[in-house]
């Protein structure tokens, strides 16, 4: 096998142990919210208490990155992190709790621009994106993952043991990268060759792209944050049927960066995917919220397009983002990138719960519909420049 792929491989592996941390939370919310006695509001608030660390370091992890490489980053950022959540198991505080889910948020934030910028640079631009799109599965999966197994964990052993489940994925992930991760040849000779492009900071295109991409990922953190605790308190599931739901969301949102990875590489661009992305989302939220006034029967499948669509255009985005920078600045581009993602994923949270609390579930997630609207048209511009083969 062909050392890219091990190199893939390892990126998956690093990004879903972290991504396990953070969309984890939202099935561990019900417990949360019942050992600290937490309203609505104060829910939302440690579900982004990870993301809101990330907004703080994304940029400058991905800056440390292009100076020294991915396997130190990921082996320091995804080490120190997965301490924060043994720390957090065994805290009996919400502020010692929240201070680690921050701690955590701002070291686990190196693997995503550092995995990217890995998997970038062994692999050309013919099968980017199904590289990138396989990368970029690894959030889902570890979603997924955690959505499967952390309320077993929770019903046999607790709140503590699932917390130290999801520190022992991240110091196993940390040890993997820093064994088997390394430059790619002809790295000197890319570098060089990236040298001209402008600086991330100074690129308006990745500017406009970061905004696009917000609108869309403040759709996705809505659904996958929130529709635990809205199954269970609006449609009377348990837990583990909630949590079998969000997984079944992650794993079809898995699928489609696939698959829209290889569809991008065959027309040979990214935008213009990601824009008709946007456009069905928007139809498929609209329809699942207005799914919520009738039985689970059509609620379940309603939500499941949503959420899918909502979890599957991350792939397209990272991809165009590394390929608008190059080589040289991938890591920075990707953190300035990924920093927006971030801002959107702390706010989120906080302001879908106010929402939701001051209307109903259903205006909240009718509401969601307009964003990927926006998106759309934020994005034009970079749709019109690309080259599209049929």
Same mark, same amino acid.
């Given at each position: 096998?062909?050392?890219?792929?091990?190199?893939?491989?390892?990126?998956? +592996?690093? &990004?879903?142990?972290?991504?396990?941390?953070? &969309?984890?939370?939202? !099935?561990? $919310?019900?417990?949360?919210?019942?050992?600290?006695?937490?309203?609505? &509001?104060?829910?939302?608030?440690?579900?982004?208490?990870?993301?809101?660390?990330?907004?703080?370091?994304?940029? *400058?992890?991905?800056?440390?990155?292009?100076?020294?490489?991915?396997? %130190?980053?990921?082996?320091?950022? @995804? =080490?120190?992190?997965?301490?924060?959540?043994?720390?957090?198991?065994?805290?009996?505080?919400?502020?010692?709790?929240?201070?680690?889910?921050? *701690?955590?948020?701002?070291?686990?934030?190196?693997?995503?621009?550092?995995? =990217?910028?890995?998997?970038?640079?062994?692999?050309?631009?013919?099968?980017?994106?199904? #590289?990138?799109?396989?990368?970029?599965?690894?959030?889902?999966?570890?979603?997924?993952?955690?959505?499967?197994?952390?309320?077993?964990?929770?019903?046999?052993?607790?709140?503590? #043991?699932?917390?130290?489940? @999801?520190?022992?994925?991240?110091?196993?992930?940390?040890?993997?990268?820093?064994?088997?991760?390394?430059?790619?040849?002809?790295?000197?000779?890319?570098?060089?060759?990236?040298?001209?492009?402008?600086?991330?900071?100074?690129?308006?295109?990745?500017?406009?792209?970061?905004?696009?991409?917000?609108?869309?990922?403040?759709?996705?953190?809505?659904?996958?944050?929130?529709?635990?605790?809205?199954?269970?308190?609006?449609?009377?599931?348990?837990?583990?049927?909630?949590?079998?739901?969000? #997984? $079944?969301? &992650?794993? =079809?949102?898995?699928?489609?960066?696939?698959? @829209?990875?290889?569809?991008?590489?065959? +027309?040979?661009?990214?935008? #213009?995917? @990601?824009?008709?992305?946007?456009?069905?989302?928007? !139809?498929?939220?609209?329809?699942?919220?207005?799914?919520?006034?009738?039985?689970?029967?059509?609620?379940?499948?309603?939500?499941?397009?949503?959420?899918?669509?909502?979890?599957?255009?991350?792939?397209?985005?990272?991809?165009?983002?590394?390929?608008?920078?190059?080589? %040289?600045?991938? =890591?920075?581009?990707?953190?300035?990138?990924?920093?927006?993602?971030?801002?959107?994923?702390?706010?989120?949270?906080?302001?879908?719960?106010?929402?939701?609390?001051?209307?109903?579930?259903?205006?909240?997630?009718?509401?969601?519909?307009?964003?990927?609207?926006?998106?759309?048209?934020?994005?034009?511009?970079?749709?019109?420049?690309?080259?599209?083969?049929?």
């Amino acid at each position: 096998m062909s050392y890219r792929w091990a190199i893939l491989t390892l990126g998956v +592996v690093a &990004q879903a142990a972290f991504s396990a941390t953070q &969309q984890g939370l939202a !099935v561990l $919310a019900p417990a949360l919210r019942e050992r600290f006695d937490l309203s609505l &509001q104060g829910v939302g608030a440690v579900l982004a208490a990870s993301s809101a660390g990330t907004v703080a370091t994304l940029l *400058a992890w991905g800056l440390v990155t292009d100076r020294l490489g991915e396997r %130190a980053v990921i082996g320091v950022g @995804l =080490g120190v992190t997965g301490v924060a959540f043994g720390v957090a198991a065994l805290s009996s505080g919400l502020g010692l709790l929240v201070a680690m889910l921050v *701690a955590a948020g701002m070291f686990g934030a190196s693997v995503s621009a550092a995995s =990217g910028r890995a998997v970038m640079g062994w692999f050309e631009p013919r099968q980017r994106g199904l #590289a990138l799109g396989i990368r970029q599965t690894a959030v889902p999966v570890g979603a997924a993952a955690a959505a499967l197994g952390l309320p077993i964990l929770l019903g046999v052993s607790g709140l503590r #043991a699932a917390l130290a489940a @999801l520190a022992a994925a991240c110091l196993g992930a940390a040890a993997a990268g820093v064994l088997g991760l390394r430059e790619p040849p002809g790295t000197g000779s890319r570098v060089a060759n990236d040298a001209g492009r402008r600086g991330p900071l100074r690129d308006a295109r990745l500017w406009r792209l970061a905004a696009g991409s917000v609108c869309l990922v403040c759709v996705q953190i809505a659904i996958t944050s929130f529709i635990v605790l809205f199954l269970i308190d609006e449609r009377g599931f348990s837990t583990r049927g909630a949590a079998a739901m969000l #997984a $079944a969301i &992650q794993l =079809g949102g898995g699928a489609l960066r696939i698959l @829209l990875g290889i569809r991008s590489d065959r +027309v040979r661009a990214r935008v #213009a995917p @990601l824009r008709q992305l946007s456009i069905g989302m928007a !139809v498929a939220v609209g329809l699942a919220a207005g799914a919520i006034s009738l039985g689970d029967s059509v609620l379940v499948p309603a939500f499941l397009l949503a959420g899918a669509l909502a979890v599957g255009w991350n792939g397209l985005s990272f991809t165009a983002t590394a390929e608008l920078a190059g080589r %040289a600045r991938s =890591g920075a581009a990707l953190g300035l990138q990924q920093t927006a993602l971030a801002a959107g994923c702390a706010v989120m949270p906080v302001g879908f719960a106010a929402l939701v609390a001051a209307s109903s579930w259903q205006l909240g997630f009718a509401l969601l519909a307009v964003l990927p609207l926006l998106a759309s048209r934020i994005l034009r511009p970079l749709g019109e420049l690309e080259h599209v083969t049929p």
